[in-house]
């Protein structure tokens, strides 16, 4: 895979498909950065400012919104997954549990996923659906890094100690915490810091990449490769070449 720009520079943004469920989704070719927070905490307007001129996430005004697996092919080399919010408000029971189901199978299966961007809401002190999330992610090693949103909407110095505050509460989960971000789609603040990140996970790719196919220039035939649904049984491995 061979990138001669940087991942900050949007330069296109394709939609694949709004997949139901997991086996739904698009072949593994690509790496995937997933999104996903609680419901109403900005995420459509923080994709649409990630993308910039790309805009590609709907934005409503109804909470849950989304109920899809909602996948993008950025650049033609990664992919941007816009996940269901937990928590919707408006759905039916049956079909809250059924797109949470689909969710939980994605992330822990999907295994061209690399790095799960869990949003959360700058103006609220820790609450309970988001601390549970997180603890879900930690539990199934799913990899991730938090995203405080609104920061517009909220003091600076509300804004820190509620993340403070949501630091504490997860700090006994981890032997290394998670990294922390903030960010606002009113203004783009933080958009560079969240688009340096999957940057830096593609650099990393690339070269783990290029690795291998050194490595294997020397054997005498190709690795066989296992199926996708093989994949699927394995954790996300950030090294994984592509």
């Known amino acids: 895979m061979d990138r001669g720009f940087s991942i900050v520079n949007i330069s296109s943004a394709i939609f694949d498909c709004s997949a139901p469920d997991l086996d739904s989704c698009p072949d593994e ?29 709907r934005v409503s005004p109804t909470p849950g919104f989304t109920k899809l697996i909602n996948i993008f092919t950025m650049n033609k080399c990664w992919r941007l997954v ?4 937990y928590g919707f408000a408006h759905v039916a029971r049956k079909d809250k549990s059924r797109f949470n189901k689909a969710v939980a199978e994605y992330l822990e299966h999907r295994t061209n996923l690399c790095l799960v961007f ?13 601390l549970e999330f ?18 517009d909407k909220v003091s600076d110095v509300t804004a820190r100690a509620n993340m403070a505050a949501f630091s504490e509460r ?7 915490p998670p990294a922390m971000f903030t960010c606002s789609a009113e203004t783009g603040q933080g958009r560079q810091g969240l688009l340096g990140v ?26 066989p490769q296992p199926s996708a649904r093989e994949n699927r049984k394995k954790r996300p491995d950030l090294n994984r070449p592509w």
Not at 44 to 54: I, K, N, V, W
Not at 82 to 85: A, C, E, K, R, V
Not at 134 to 151: A, G, I, Q, S, Y
Not at 170 to 176: M, V
């Open 29 to 57: 070719s690509l790496p995937e950065f997933a999104f996903i927070g609680r419901s109403n905490v900005g995420k459509s307007s923080l994709l649409h400012m990630l993308a910039g001129e790309q805009g590609l996430a």
């Open 82 to 85: 816009d996940l269901p919010g």
């Open 118 to 130: 869990a949003l959360i809401e700058s103006g609220l002190a820790p609450q309970a659906i988001d």
């Open 134 to 151: 997180v603890e879900w992610l930690v539990r199934h090693d799913v990899p991730f890094v938090l995203v405080f949103t609104k920061t």
């Open 170 to 176: 997860i700090s006994s989960w981890f032997e290394k």
């Open 198 to 223: 999957i940057d830096e996970s593609m650099t990393a790719i690339n070269a783990a990449s290029n690795a291998a196919h050194v490595a294997n220039e020397g054997s005498p035939g190709p690795s």
